[in-house]
């Protein structure tokens, strides 16, 4: 008796639907035909697709090295001299990490906005809308933080040379936003500062106009010297009690009104706001500077009281130009500086794709593919030789066409 009538002898012993490991083999050995042809087939367009339609993309890569957080010395310095708006002004970013604000920066629309107009993207990536621009950007483009902090930018392209081009300016655009944003503690306080003495600037030029005015009107030029020794007095200590208001308020945001130092800031704001009262009411003690400002004559009231704000805006000036120089020399004498440490050059090598691995992958996918396929249809054949199955599938045709009756 041969090997092929023994099989079906020694099958015909066992379940029917218990699938054996040589069976397995024998049946990709019947369909090894179909399995090759499949594979060779789909070797060749793979190989097609990635030699022919796929077009080379090259990654050019910048590293950045973002600043330090720190207390510099010179903030510190500024603080101490002028506490309450140092405090208003002085908060730190709170940032787990001091990468992320940059990583935040250069994903931003503005950073996009400005790569677009400088490389013509509208035009290079053949879209209409700029928001189509951005995405395509943002899509070559992967910015990572690596375990020592420092920032990883690459940016991938068709051209080689573009992609080096592209990813250096991404460092230009980002060290020119960031010469005009506050990112740093300093920068904050340079601010903040610069706006403060730009409205006590112009608050000062109205006041002094409006003294000039008063002046023309009353004929009054010069007060006597116990007059304007009040007036400079207590505008010195309208100053020194809008400084200790911003510093209480300030302060009562993160303070409870136990604070110690909430607490002695309220006293020195009480007690300047009474030796304030005594100056304009007078005391009565006759003292060099008790002026009460009932007892000044009529025709100078007005002068005295538009003096007198000259006076407050001169000595709040001072104050915050003060704090303002500080603050541009604690942002110059700073180590906000970011930098970059390696910079783009032209890729020698293609960045994608990897032909070799496309077709390898792809010759898998068919191999495992043609498998599946001889194995189910081998099922098929098997399971339509059973009167159930067959009954099963006639009924579900049956169904499946309408022919309900």
């Given at each position: 008796?041969?090997?092929?009538e023994?099989?079906?002898?020694?099958?015909?012993?066992?379940?029917?639907h218990?699938?054996q490991?040589p069976?397995?083999l024998?049946?990709l050995?019947?369909h090894k035909?179909?399995?090759?042809?499949f594979?060779?087939?789909?070797?060749?367009?793979s190989a097609?697709v990635?030699?022919?339609?796929?077009h080379?993309?090259?990654?050019?890569e910048?590293?950045i090295?973002?600043?330090q957080?720190?207390?510099?010395?010179?903030?510190?310095?500024?603080?101490?001299?002028?506490?309450p708006?140092?405090?208003l002004?002085?908060?730190?970013?709170?940032?787990?990490n001091?990468?992320?604000l940059?990583?935040?920066?250069l994903?931003?629309?503005?950073?996009?906005d400005a790569?677009?107009?400088r490389f013509?993207l509208i035009?290079?990536y053949k879209?209409?809308?700029?928001v189509?621009a951005?995405?395509?950007?943002?899509g070559?483009?992967?910015?990572?933080?690596?375990?020592?902090g420092?920032?990883?930018?690459?940016?991938?392209?068709?051209?080689p040379?573009?992609?080096?081009?592209?990813?250096?300016?991404?460092?230009?655009?980002?060290e020119?936003l960031?010469k005009n944003?506050?990112?740093?503690?300093?920068?904050?306080?340079?601010?903040?500062?610069?706006?403060?003495?730009?409205?006590?600037?112009d608050?000062?030029?109205a006041?002094?106009?409006?003294?000039?005015?008063?002046q023309?009107?009353?004929g009054?030029?010069?007060?006597d010297?116990?007059?304007?020794?009040?007036?400079?007095?207590?505008?010195s200590l309208?100053?020194?009690?809008?400084?200790l208001?911003?510093?209480i308020q300030s302060m009562?945001?993160?303070a409870?009104?136990?604070?110690?130092?909430?607490?002695?800031?309220?006293?020195e704001?009480?007690a300047?706001?009474?030796?304030?009262?005594?100056?304009?009411k007078g005391s009565g003690?006759?003292?060099?500077?008790?002026?009460?400002?009932?007892?000044?004559?009529?025709?100078a009231?007005?002068?005295?009281?538009?003096?007198?704000e000259?006076?407050?805006?001169?000595a709040?000036?001072?104050l915050?130009?003060r704090q303002y120089?500080?603050?541009?020399?604690d942002e110059?004498?700073?180590?906000?500086v970011?930098?970059?440490?390696d910079k783009?050059?032209v890729?020698e090598?293609?960045?994608?794709?990897?032909?070799?691995?496309?077709?390898?992958?792809?010759?898998?996918?068919?191999?495992f593919?043609?498998?599946?396929?001889?194995f189910?249809r081998?099922?098929?054949?098997?399971?339509?030789?059973?009167?159930?199955f067959?009954?099963?599938?006639q009924?579900?045709?049956f169904?499946?066409?309408?022919?309900?009756?």
């Amino acid at each position: 008796m041969g090997i092929a009538e023994q099989i079906p002898e020694i099958a015909h012993g066992r379940d029917e639907h218990e699938v054996q490991f040589p069976e397995l083999l024998i049946v990709l050995a019947r369909h090894k035909s179909f399995i090759l042809k499949f594979v060779f087939i789909v070797m060749v367009l793979s190989a097609i697709v990635a030699w022919g339609l796929l077009h080379p993309r090259y990654t050019a890569e910048i590293k950045i090295m973002p600043p330090q957080q720190g207390q510099s010395i010179s903030s510190a310095a500024a603080a101490s001299q002028l506490g309450p708006l140092a405090a208003l002004a002085g908060s730190s970013l709170g940032l787990r990490n001091p990468s992320d604000l940059y990583i935040g920066i250069l994903r931003s629309d503005t950073i996009a906005d400005a790569m677009i107009d400088r490389f013509s993207l509208i035009n290079a990536y053949k879209t209409k809308y700029r928001v189509d621009a951005r995405r395509q950007l943002r899509g070559s483009t992967e910015i990572i933080t690596q375990k020592d902090g420092i920032i990883s930018l690459s940016f991938e392209d068709r051209d080689p040379h573009r992609a080096a081009e592209m990813a250096n300016s991404y460092f230009e655009e980002l060290e020119k936003l960031t010469k005009n944003l506050a990112v740093s503690e300093a920068g904050q306080r340079r601010i903040f500062y610069e706006r403060e003495v730009r409205l006590a600037s112009d608050e000062l030029a109205a006041a002094e106009l409006a003294l000039k005015q008063t002046q023309e009107k009353t004929g009054v030029f010069l007060l006597d010297t116990q007059a304007r020794a009040a007036v400079e007095s207590l505008a010195s200590l309208r100053a020194t009690a809008a400084g200790l208001e911003i510093q209480i308020q300030s302060m009562r945001a993160f303070a409870t009104p136990e604070n110690p130092e909430l607490v002695r800031a309220e006293q020195e704001l009480a007690a300047t706001r009474s030796q304030m009262a005594r100056m304009e009411k007078g005391s009565g003690q006759g003292g060099p500077l008790d002026l009460p400002v009932e007892h000044v004559p009529t025709a100078a009231l007005e002068y005295l009281r538009k003096l007198r704000e000259v006076k407050y805006r001169e000595a709040l000036y001072q104050l915050v130009a003060r704090q303002y120089e500080a603050a541009r020399i604690d942002e110059g004498k700073s180590n906000y500086v970011i930098q970059q440490l390696d910079k783009a050059s032209v890729p020698e090598k293609k960045s994608w794709p990897h032909r070799s691995i496309i077709v390898l992958v792809s010759m898998l996918l068919a191999l495992f593919v043609s498998c599946a396929w001889v194995f189910f249809r081998e099922s098929l054949e098997r399971a339509k030789e059973n009167p159930q199955f067959r009954a099963r599938l006639q009924l579900f045709q049956f169904y499946l066409l309408g022919r309900r009756h």
